[in-house]
Structures are given as structure tokens and as C-alpha cells.
């Protein structure tokens, strides 16, 4: 079956570095996104990985590691308004987008 | 440019009932998903599109029907309503490329009494 896992909630601290991970298991791979959802709002797009490494974009950055079925999303200098559940979805071999449950980040001050 | 909306926001409906859920996009985008997000779950997809007059079914499309007369609309329809299809309801659209990023709608937030 195709699995998406990623942590359900982290906490850190303002102004901190936080890294939230995300295993994948797909039937083919084409990609994978990083989406960010505040509460009671949509999803926006983040990031996408289909190349092994890390891209980097302002205080954000995705990497991911195809032979280890593995991405993680860094988030420096945390502001309290990065509070929002952040979701990693794999987009499969028909790419569909396969989605994880979400991570909720909780910043405190 | 409005990107994705969605009509209603909210609603309540009573089992049995029927109501149809309306995305509207202005990005001229070939794509359309409907998902639902429901607690502690990933969005699972419903159905979706890839050009005006065409449907697909996604992973959960049981109890659902959609129509896309229009490219630029999607509508999504439950006939006889029940307390599962309880939900938050998303509509996305991207342009043609597989790995183009998909633009969501604000949801609607519907609950099956």
C-alpha cells in the first residue's frame, strides 16, 4: 500500500530552527510537496523535491533523499504566525498526490 | 484574479438530503480534485478532472458525483446525505503538467445531522 508518516504535532520556540520529517512509501515516485495549513484555511504550496538535495527558499527550506523514501522541512527563525499544521504529500507513479496526515507545529514565545 | 472559490462555506444538512458543493476557478487551469479532510487523516481524493467534459474517480468516490460542463467549474453532488460524509471539502486546480503545484479552494465545511 502507499503511506505517507509524519510526526502529528511538534512544539518549538520562537526563533528557534525546527525540522519536521516525512517517510514516504509509494507505488512509483515522481516528487514530493510540502503544503502549509492554518487553522480553518486552505493549503498553500510550500516546496517540491524530485531531485535528491536541499532546496533552499528564504527562512524554508525541503530536502529529500529518494533511496531512503525521505524529506524533511526546516523552518528558521520561527515567527509565531509559522503556527500551522504542515503537510508532505508524494505524488505516486499516476501522479496522484498521495497526502500525510499533517504535522502541527506549535510555537511558543 | 479570485484564484479557487468555493460554494457554500458552510451547511448543515439532514440525512437523506441532497446539495451540491460549487468550485470555481479563473486561473484557466486544465485540472480540478475535489478532497476531503477529515481529523487526524491526509486529504483523500474524491474525484477529479483533467479537461472540461471529463471525471475521474479518486480513492473515496462512494456516495459522490461530479460534473465539469465548464473548465473553469467543478461541481461536487451528494445525493442522499449521511453522518459520514461529515467533512471538510476542498477543491484544487493546476494547470496540465504532471507535477504542476495545485492551487486549493477556501473549503467548505459541511456536517451530516
Known amino acids: 500500500g502507499q503511506n505517507i508518516d509524519q510526526p502529528t504535532e511538534m512544539t518549538a520556540t520562537e526563533g528557534a530552527i525546527v525540522q519536521i520529517n516525512c517517510t514516504y512509501q509509494t507505488s512509483g515516485f515522481n516528487g514530493l510537496f510540502w503544503y502549509q495549513q492554518h487553522a480553518g484555511e486552505a493549503p498553500t504550496f510550500l516546496s517540491y523535491?524530485?531531485l535528491d538535495g536541499l532546496e533552499e527558499k528564504g527562512r524554508f527550506s525541503s530536502f529529500l533523499s529518494r533511496s531512503k523514501g525521505y524529506s524533511y522541512l526546516l523552518l528558521k527563525e520561527l515567527q509565531m504566525k509559522d503556527s500551522a499544521s504542515y503537510l508532505c504529500a508524494a505524488l505516486d507513479s499516476n501522479y496522484q498526490l498521495i497526502w500525510g496526515a499533517g504535522t502541527k507545529l506549535i510555537i511558543k514565545p | 484574479n479570485a484564484g479557487v472559490t468555493q460554494t457554500p462555506k458552510f451547511r448543515v444538512l439532514k440525512t437523506g438530503q441532497s446539495m451540491t458543493l460549487l468550485c470555481a476557478q479563473d486561473?484557466?487551469?486544465?485540472?480540478m480534485y475535489w478532497y476531503r479532510q477529515d481529523p487526524g487523516m491526509g486529504l483523500r481524493l474524491i474525484h477529479y478532472?483533467?479537461?472540461?467534459?471529463?471525471?475521474a474517480k479518486g480513492e473515496v468516490p462512494d456516495g459522490y458525483n461530479v460534473s465539469r460542463l465548464k473548465k473553469q467549474n467543478f461541481l461536487l453532488g451528494l445525493e442522499s446525505a449521511a453522518p459520514s460524509q461529515t467533512s471538510v471539502y476542498f477543491c484544487a486546480s493546476k494547470e496540465s503538467g504532471p507535477a504542476d503545484t495545485q492551487y486549493f479552494g477556501p473549503g467548505t465545511r459541511l456536517t451530516v445531522l
Open positions: 486561473m484557466n487551469h486544465e485540472y
Open positions: 478532472s483533467v479537461g472540461e467534459g471529463t471525471t
Open positions: 523535491n524530485v
